[in-house]
């Protein structure tokens, strides 16, 4: 078995009274893919940002590489608290790469320098290193060619794939993908697809939020159904997607006929 390297236990969390993770055990091994599927207010967008700690947990724990992310404290009265120091949570954020449904680049920097702004402030690495970095990682995801363009000229599914790149520079040892392809007109969207891929097929450990479901069935190692906070249902994608054993994943499914193998 290969090792984990992403790990939560318990994790939980609550937006007021509301709680959208109820209980989250989860364990990532190195080189998987795997797909989170449900509907709309599952819990799935929360449990990445959760992952990338840009929503702190309220409850459990997050682990990386074995070791429980926080400064955890335990007060007169018997309670535990966790703290999450900026510069831990900068750390972590650099080996836990995440890709948002909108591109979030830089309007006035150029590709490669939006490609380039991580390795370079974050890492404090040389700007001709930084360079190299970058331009290694647009030609992974095909964008080579695009290294001076603004990105008011690109289309969406190119943005997306600069975006994708951008993460990639910090040399994350997960990435997560958050619906990268919900944003997009439906031209656009297997462009993204590929390139995802492509980073599959290489090796790259992820987690993706997806409702493209044939695309789940092809490139995952394991797809999990979320809904109501909790996994319903995980397998592989074989068992989850053809032959599912649950009645709240087979309806689930049936409200999405369309996709196809």
Do not use: W
């Not at 929360?46 to 992310?69: A, K, W």
Request: glycine residues 8%.
């Amino acid at each position: 078995m290969s090792q984990v390297v992403l790990e939560t236990r318990g994790l939980r969390k609550r937006f007021g009274p509301l709680e959208v993770l109820r209980g989250i055990d989860l364990q990532v091994r190195a080189g998987e893919r795997i797909a989170i599927i449900g509907g709309s207010g599952s819990g799935k967008s929360t449990l990445l940002r959760c992952l990338n700690f840009m929503e702190m947990p309220s409850e459990g724990e997050i682990l990386l590489d074995g070791t429980p992310i926080g400064v955890t404290s335990r007060h007169r009265d018997g309670q535990v608290s966790t703290h999450y120091p900026p510069a831990l949570l900068c750390n972590v954020r650099q080996r836990v790469g995440m890709v948002f449904q909108q591109f979030n680049l830089f309007p006035h920097m150029t590709v490669i320098e939006n490609v380039m702004e991580g390795p370079r402030t974050v890492k404090g690495l040389p700007r001709a290193t930084a360079r190299q970095m970058a331009l290694a990682q647009l030609q992974r995801v095909g964008l080579a060619d695009k290294l001076d363009a603004y990105p008011a000229r690109l289309s969406g599914g190119q943005q997306q794939r600069v975006a994708i790149a951008r993460a990639l520079a910090m040399e994350p040892e997960v990435m997560l993908f958050d619906e990268p392809t919900s944003s997009l007109d439906p031209e656009l969207v297997g462009e993204v697809l590929r390139s995802i891929r492509a980073l599959a097929e290489d090796g790259t450990t992820m987690l993706l939020v997806t409702h493209e479901l044939g695309f789940a069935f092809h490139v995952a190692t394991r797809v999990i159904f979320l809904a109501d906070g909790v996994f319903h249902e995980t397998g592989t994608p074989e068992q989850v997607l053809r032959h599912p054993q649950q009645d709240r994943t087979r309806a689930f499914l049936a409200s999405h006929a369309e996709f196809t193998f």
